[in-house]
């Protein structure tokens, strides 16, 4: 009976105890180098015990694994929602969340042949990106209320009763993140709007910062970029901004996003990457993505089959989070080209959509 308490549970809440107080010990020290009962400050030029890969590149962290001072081993874990790093512990997780660890990379998929080559690579990305890996019936707007227009892209969201976005679209609780560059049509952002969903629309060349465009939507003058910019460089800037969707989440408060349409020419390899590796894609419902293969992307590099391995493998991550493709378009209307080629029957442009079937 409840009378003796097992002893692992003495020793936890102990442990917790001390946890929360190194916990609170380190924010001390990182704001003032000072922290009681810790090495002096010259501690902080000593190597932490196991620094994750590459978390040099991040002060935070490093500072923050520094001033533990080797005498214990603190596990950092990032959380997406506040992007920054704290340490893990026992304090009570809101329902849903998970621990989420950095990672540096994807995880690269073999490659499809055994001595590396374009036409297999080609041939294994192509085929899995013409493929749908769940059927969706009822994927056409038309069907909501006040929704008339058709749209000239198939920006195809998935409605069945299954997934959660037409439930939360009834009960007006759907938000809309669109990531474009001012040019493309926005009657997919309307339609959403007047079925009920709340939309941000980001865009380099919005008028003002944010604007409101109708009782539903806005505009928010911001590119969504892999990184957040150099504080240097971003201070000098006027107009703008760009900013990872993982800060933007955070500064808006706002846990989650039903879908997230990005047509933002060639920077959404980098754009899902960086979602994929800080797992920021867990927070959202349905992607809808306009990809372009007719050259390696902003910042992809390597040969070509480098470049289809590393497109196929992020796809694959995604696959592993859950999320499936229910509708793929192969745009004809774009040339046909295939990293800078014309080939394998290819156009240089797809827009492809995946519901999380994980997402509550
Ligand atoms: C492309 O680069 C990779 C890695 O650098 C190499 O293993 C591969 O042989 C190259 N592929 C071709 C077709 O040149
Ligand atoms: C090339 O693609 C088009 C459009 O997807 C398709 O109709 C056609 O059959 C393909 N041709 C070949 C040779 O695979």
Redesign the pocket.
């Known amino acids: 009976m409840p009378k003796e308490r097992p002893l692992w549970r003495g020793a936890a809440f102990r442990l917790c105890l001390l946890s929360a107080a190194l916990f609170l010990c380190l924010q001390l020290g990182i704001r003032r180098s000072w922290c009681p009962e810790e090495k002096p400050r010259g501690a902080a030029a000593v190597r932490a015990p196991a620094p994750s890969r590459g978390a040099e590149q991040r002060p935070g962290a490093a500072a923050a694994a520094a001033a533990g001072g080797g005498r214990r081993r603190v596990t950092y874990v990032r959380s997406g929602r506040r992007g920054s790093a704290a340490p893990a512990c026992c304090a009570p997780q809101p329902p849903g969340s998970r621990r989420k660890t950095v990672r540096w990379h994807i995880e690269l998929q073999p490659w499809a042949s055994p001595t590396?080559?374009?036409n297999y690579e080609a041939s294994r990305f192509l085929k899995y990106i013409s493929t749908s890996q769940i059927s969706c019936e009822h994927m056409n707007l038309n069907s909501l209320k006040g929704y008339s227009k058709t749209t000239k892209k198939p920006w195809s969201v998935c409605l069945d009763e299954r997934f959660s976005l037409i439930h939360r679209i009834r009960s007006k609780q759907c938000r809309l993140y669109s990531l474009g560059l001012g040019n493309d049509d926005r009657q997919f952002e309307l339609g959403m709007a007047m079925s009920g969903c709340e939309v941000h629309r980001f865009d380099p060349s919005a008028r003002a910062a944010h604007v409101q465009e109708g009782p539903r939507l806005w505009y928010h003058r911001l590119s969504i970029d892999w990184r957040d910019p150099n504080p240097a460089i971003a201070a000098r800037r006027l107009h703008g901004t760009t900013k990872k969707l993982g800060t933007v989440l955070n500064e808006f408060g706002h846990q989650k996003i039903d879908v997230l349409k990005a047509d933002v020419e060639s920077a959404e390899w980098k754009i899902l990457e960086n979602l994929i590796l800080e797992d920021v894609v867990e927070q959202i419902g349905q992607l809808v993505f306009e990809v372009h293969i007719h050259w390696p992307g902003f910042e992809v590099s390597?040969?070509d089959?480098?470049v289809v391995r590393y497109w196929y493998s992020l796809l694959r991550e995604l696959e592993l989070k859950d999320f499936r493709l229910f509708h793929t378009y192969k745009d004809l209307s774009k040339p046909q080209m295939f990293l800078k080629k014309e080939a394998f029957n290819a156009s240089s442009c797809y827009t492809l959509s995946w519901v999380n079937t994980r997402w509550k």
């Open positions: 590396p080559s374009l390597g040969n089959s480098t």
